[in-house]
């Protein structure tokens, strides 16, 4: 890291460490979502793409030219005790070897799940389900059941993505396929051979109580997790303080990110991403680098 970089890194500046562009499920290009975080004032951007890197390098062009900061990302997919996880990888060299295999494996698993969801949505009406979600994600970009909300939500399915999602894409629901991911302990390890930070996203997602979530929390610090997410754009101040309160007990690094996809109510990038105090923000790491 030059010393620039280094300097700006003492300095406070708006970060904005989980966000998506149309090489999987969000709406901007890489190149895109850079000039909108510039827009938003976001001076420190992550790319964290399901299962992907295809976006990085185009997202870290367009940093350079227009100065804003990239951080390399990935959020890959796991399991844990039936419970699909999502670990952010940050600041990891995309290109590591290990990391690819892992993301080929993945990427297999993803088109098959992507074929089968289409299938079960053609037998509920929607024609060419998987070739229209294709369409709406960038050439060999991942498809995820956000992209089939998005294209319900175009068919005029439901009223909103989320009624599309409950009746169709969720646990019970039309068109559900169960993942075959692998464990946490994979997901983490591919991202530390990449020389990444392994963060635990959006931790208040996840459909369990806070004993599972703490037993969840042990696994993956004890499996190498270096970080979990303790703000986010939807969560509120009580939930914040817990997880930084977390973040303290198991020794973990406080990440932000806005999981943005698209422009939609209260979610914008960079917006309301605070850190309580008493957390450690993950950038005063010295293993978080910037790429730009
Ligand atoms: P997958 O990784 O294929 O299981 O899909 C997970 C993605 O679905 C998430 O990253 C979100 O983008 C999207 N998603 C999750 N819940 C909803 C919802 N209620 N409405 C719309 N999209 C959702
Ligand atoms: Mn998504
Ligand atoms: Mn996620
Ligand atoms: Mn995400």
């Not at 999987?24 to 951007?45: C, F, M, N, Q, T």
């Not at 590591?96 to 289409?118: D, M, P, S, W, Y």
Request: net charge neutral; proline share 2%.
């Amino acid at each position: 890291m030059d010393d620039e970089l280094k300097q700006a890194l003492m300095w406070p500046m708006n970060y904005d460490l989980h966000t998506h562009s149309n090489a999987s499920d969000g709406e901007y290009s890489p190149s895109e979502l850079v000039k909108y975080a510039k827009d938003r004032k976001v001076e420190v951007i992550a790319l964290t793409d399901h299962d992907t890197c295809m976006g990085v390098d185009e997202a870290i062009a367009t940093g350079k030219e227009i100065g804003v900061h990239v951080v390399t990302g990935v959020e890959l997919s796991s399991l844990w005790h039936s419970n699909q996880i999502h670990i952010v990888g940050l600041c990891i060299d995309h290109k590591n070897v290990c990391l690819q295999e892992f993301i080929n494996k993945q990427t297999e698993k993803r088109v098959q799940r992507a074929i089968e969801i289409g299938e079960k949505l053609e037998k509920c009406g929607f024609k060419n389900a998987y070739e229209k979600a294709k369409l709406l994600c960038a050439e060999g970009g991942t498809i995820t059941r956000g992209t089939y909300a998005t294209l319900l939500y175009n068919e005029g399915a439901e009223m909103t993505q989320d009624r599309c999602f409950a009746k169709y894409l969720a646990k019970g629901g039309k068109a559900y396929v169960k993942p075959k991911w692998d464990g946490i302990d994979c997901a983490i390890e591919a991202i530390k051979q990449a020389g990444g930070l392994a963060v635990l996203a959006h931790p208040k997602c996840y459909d369990m109580n806070n004993k599972w979530l703490r037993k969840l929390i042990t696994d993956f610090k004890k499996q190498g997790g270096d970080g979990i997410e303790v703000s986010g754009v939807m969560m509120n101040q009580t939930d914040r303080d817990f997880l930084a309160s977390l973040s303290c007990e198991y020794e973990l690094l406080a990440s932000c990110g806005s999981d943005f996809h698209r422009i939609r109510n209260f979610v914008d990038l960079g917006f309301r991403l605070t850190i309580p105090e008493k957390a450690k923000p993950i950038w005063y790491d010295s293993r978080f680098r910037l790429k730009v």
